[in-house]
């Protein structure tokens, strides 16, 4: 079965694209391929871009798993940000794939055991738990896909506290 884990923003959305044969044992967990979606600059622009690039990486995907952050943001940064989400889950659920959700600091708690761990703790364990994958130098990339990879983790760790399915509703 194969996986796609998305930390989703306007400008840059951050994957995991997984292959699992089994769900039991984190030795199972392969990332096939990891990366970023950078796209320009305006409102318009960035959500046909993002469509595109999201509805690319869904080929052959059994269900997806997203972070639906929470917190203090700016309300510009609140009007990209879930404006980025809505178009996500427009074109995942135009393919009919299943959606989990996960709060970043349930993801963190889950994965780290820090509900308050920073996005270096992020990166550096990301790191760790995979030496031999290449990530992007850059931080404001790698910092995406870091979050897209704990959330997949914090998925196959568990619990029902803060993670949700999306439902289709018709």
């Not at 404006?83 to 959700?101: E, K």
Request: hydrophobic residues 40%; neutral net charge; contains cysteine.
């Amino acid at each position: 079965m194969r996986y796609l884990s998305l930390d989703v923003a306007l400008r840059h959305t951050g994957w995991a694209l997984w292959e699992e044969e089994c769900l039991a044992d984190f030795g199972c967990i392969g990332i096939v391929e990891c990366g970023c979606c950078d796209v320009s600059t305006g409102y318009a622009l960035n959500a046909s871009e993002l469509t595109v690039s999201v509805r690319d990486l869904l080929m052959d995907v059994s269900g997806v798993n997203m972070e639906f952050p929470t917190g203090s943001l700016s309300s510009k940064a609140c009007t990209t940000m879930y404006l980025a989400i809505g178009v996500v889950i427009g074109v995942i659920d135009s393919r009919n794939i299943p959606i989990t959700g996960v709060y970043p600091r349930e993801a963190k708690k889950r994965v780290l055991h820090d509900s308050m761990a920073d996005k270096d703790d992020v990166m550096n364990w990301v790191r760790a738990k995979y030496p031999h994958t290449a990530f992007p130098k850059f931080k404001k990339d790698f910092e995406h896909i870091a979050d897209a990879i704990l959330i997949r983790h914090a998925v196959l760790i568990g619990g029902k506290k803060s993670e949700f399915k999306l439902q289709r509703c018709i």
